[in-house]
């Protein structure tokens, strides 16, 4: 499917706020890609589809899981915040036809993170934070340093995503912490 395509089934199967919000990570990512040597239509592409599943239910999406036979761990399969990263990744290849490696594991790990991520993982994982329709506390902080130094902005992104998580007494993701970690290592 040609990205114009891409971009309509979204429009029909996204709430307009999500749409709104897949289009500034696409923006978002571009740019990072620019700016941080990464393949930008990559970026593009990735920032368009990384939410490509957010809006299925929960059993919407196991029926997709099982039938690409993915394997998960139970604790991902019981949460759609957290699923809907692995979904979307299957869908980029069987509903859109994008079979590329590095785009889906983009969208596979934009949740999450995970150690050893590469360019684009990172660059989908910090778009998805800072694009411009998101307004949490600390994001400009954030938007600032992604102008100066990737690695840092990624590792306050997942910061402030654990705090969060802390806050509300929430199960934090073993790939979560150990992603975040990787990226204290990284800049030490
Ligand atoms: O899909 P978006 O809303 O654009 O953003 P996202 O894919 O980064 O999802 C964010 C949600 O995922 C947010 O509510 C925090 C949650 N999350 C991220 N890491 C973890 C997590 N939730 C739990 N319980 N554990 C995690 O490790
Ligand atoms: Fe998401
Ligand atoms: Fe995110
Ligand atoms: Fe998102």
């Not at 571009?30 to 939410?51: M, P």
């Not at 036979?69 to 036809?97: M, N, Q, W």
């Amino acid at each position: 499917m040609d990205l114009i395509d891409i971009q309509k089934d979204l429009k029909k199967i996204l709430s307009a706020k999500r749409y709104r919000h897949s289009a500034g990570v696409a923006d978002s990512a571009r740019a990072l890609a620019d700016k941080y040597g990464a393949n930008a239509e990559k970026a593009y592409i990735a920032g368009w589809v990384h939410d490509c599943a957010k809006e299925l239910s929960l059993s919407e999406m196991h029926d997709i899981v099982n039938e690409h036979s993915l394997r998960l761990d139970k604790y991902v399969l019981s949460s759609k915040a957290l699923l809907h990263g692995p979904v979307g990744s299957i869908l980029c290849e069987t509903k859109y036809g994008i079979d590329d490696k590095d785009i889906k594991s983009a969208i596979f790990y934009h949740t999450t993170g995970r150690t050893n991520m590469t360019l684009l993982e990172k660059i989908i994982f910090l778009a998805d934070y800072i694009e411009p329709s998101r307004d949490f506390p600390g994001v400009d902080t954030i938007r600032k340093l992604a102008e100066k130094d990737l690695n840092q902005a990624v590792l306050s992104a997942y910061n402030s995503t654990i705090k969060h998580l802390i806050d509300q007494d929430a199960y934090i993701y073993d790939l979560t912490f150990l992603g975040r970690n990787d990226m204290v290592l990284l800049i030490d």
